[in-house]
């Protein structure tokens, strides 16, 4: 049991080599010793967890249940872009057309419009992998757009852009929770559910990172479209995830087959 908790358990550790090699850009220099000194400390971890009855990180919500793990994974890629976008497409709309923060934060604010609103139409259906699949997509055509966004474009553009992106904000984000709380196993849902908001902390630190490389120290076109470019693949693998798992298709269809029984 313990070897399958130590792979899962990597995601973290693998997650935070590719922040910081994104803010580099180069390899990390690794110490003699270092990845048996931190293998051990993960055993260490896990073996510690597995013997405690409360433990602070359970490690059995990685274990067997590969749906769950897939939730995780598409949550992580759903923040990525999530807060790269927010953090990076503010940051190129102060540093190219010199607008203020006020005015930038009113160009983001279709975004948020268009989530509150999605989120109030879609939340109460149960289904999840429509919501997903809607939500991922979108996230594809907004990282695109980002790719024709310059610092001559008009604002109807940005509008645009802004609109297409609060679709997944509506969507992805609360899809996510309802499927994990249909597949988490009853008795760990409160840790699962914790494992889940870790994963969007991770999310964060990797679009932070991934601005941090591809802006440097001058925020421009340049790194906009690079930044919209390594958005783009994450996207792409966020919507091939939703697409295979075919867990999702069960999400809500039990409890309207009870409710029409």
């Known amino acids: 049991m313990v070897l399958p908790v130590l792979v899962a358990s990597s995601v973290a550790v693998l997650v935070a080599r590719a922040a910081a090699w994104l803010r580099s850009r180069r390899p990390a220099r690794t110490r003699p010793g270092r990845p048996r000194w931190l293998a051990t400390r993960r055993t260490g971890l896990v073996?510690?967890?597995l013997r405690v009855v409360e433990p602070f990180i359970d490690p059995r919500a990685?274990?067997?249940n590969v749906p769950v793990l897939a939730t995780f994974g598409r949550n992580l890629l759903t923040y990525v872009v999530s807060y790269a976008f927010i953090y990076g497409f503010t940051q190129c709309l102060e540093g190219g057309r010199g607008p203020t923060a006020t005015q930038a934060g009113l160009v983001l604010l279709p975004m948020?419009?268009?989530a509150i609103v999605v989120s109030a139409v879609t939340g109460r259906r149960r289904a999840v992998r429509g919501k997903l699949v809607v939500g991922s997509a979108a996230q594809n055509v907004a990282c695109a757009l980002l790719l024709r966004v310059h610092t001559g474009s008009g604002i109807w553009l940005l509008v645009v852009v802004g609109l297409v992106v609060g679709v997944p904000q509506g969507l992805n984000s609360l899809a996510n929770q309802?499927?994990?709380y249909h597949q988490a196993d009853p008795e760990r849902i409160g840790a699962s559910a914790g494992l889940l908001r870790t994963f969007t902390y991770l999310g964060a630190l990797v679009a932070s990172a991934a601005n941090g490389a591809f802006f440097g120290t001058t925020v421009d076109t340049t790194g906009l479209h690079e930044?919209?470019?390594?958005?783009?693949?994450?996207?792409?693998?966020?919507?091939t995830l939703t697409?295979?798992?075919?867990?999702?298709?069960?999400?809500g269809r039990t409890v309207a087959v009870e409710g029409n029984s």
């Open 227 to 239: 930044l919209a470019a390594f958005l783009v693949g994450c996207a792409v693998l966020l919507l």
């Open 62 to 64: 990685f274990v067997g």
């Open 243 to 251: 697409l295979v798992d075919r867990s999702l298709r069960r999400v």
């Open 112 to 114: 948020f419009l268009t």
């Open 178 to 180: 309802n499927a994990l």
């Open 47 to 49: 073996v510690r967890e």
